[in-house]
């Protein structure tokens, strides 16, 4: 298998395997959770971890909720960063194996994002960190996904500028 050819099975096999995990526990969470009376769940660590289904028609932290059209225009949305994604995955270089690794990441979680938007109308979230009383807002698999897909762009990024000062440094001195 050649350079350029790995790097589409890396994002490839990663971002099916976000798809099916984010898949396989939203159905968990709507047919275990989605009975419970709103507000409760299942406490899995006390105090800091719970398990709560909960549902966001709109972006990250239940932002733009109550935007007119919204469905719509998030999924364009979501499928524009999603040819973006792969555009960048084709410029790619086959060494930058953490690169690849990240947009399949991003991937993945955009597309089980998606799935719940075009199947349900909004997404499905079920995991909640909280420190007693503080709490982070509800997310999912896929947003999960996402975040650490985009975490490792930007340390890729951050270590490309690095390393292109160093050479530049090593260069004028």
């Known amino acids: 298998m050649t350079g350029n050819q790995r790097k589409y099975v890396i994002f490839s096999v ?52 109550s935007l007119p059209g919204g469905r719509l225009i998030l999924t ?15 410029k790619t ?32 979230d079920f995991i909640v960190w909280h420190y007693h009383a503080l709490e982070w807002p509800a997310f999912n698999i896929a947003d999960a996904a996402l975040v650490v897909g985009v975490l490792l762009m930007a340390l890729d990024m951050f270590r490309a500028q690095n390393s292109d000062g160093k050479r530049t440094a090593a260069k004028d001195a």
Do not use: C
């Open 14 to 65: 990663l971002g099916a395997l976000m798809i099916v995990l984010d898949q396989w526990t939203k159905v968990l969470a709507r047919e275990f959770l989605r009975p419970l009376p709103p507000g409760h769940g299942r406490i899995v660590v006390e105090g800091f971890f719970n398990l709560r289904y909960s549902e966001n028609s709109g972006v990250a932290f239940g932002m733009m909720q």
């Open 76 to 90: 364009a949305v979501a499928v524009g960063a999603l040819v973006l994604v792969l555009q960048y995955l084709r």
């Open 93 to 124: 270089d086959a060494a930058q194996v953490r690169l690849q690794v990240a947009l399949g990441l991003v991937g993945g979680g955009a597309i089980g994002n998606l799935i719940d938007r075009i199947a349900y109308g909004r997404v499905t």
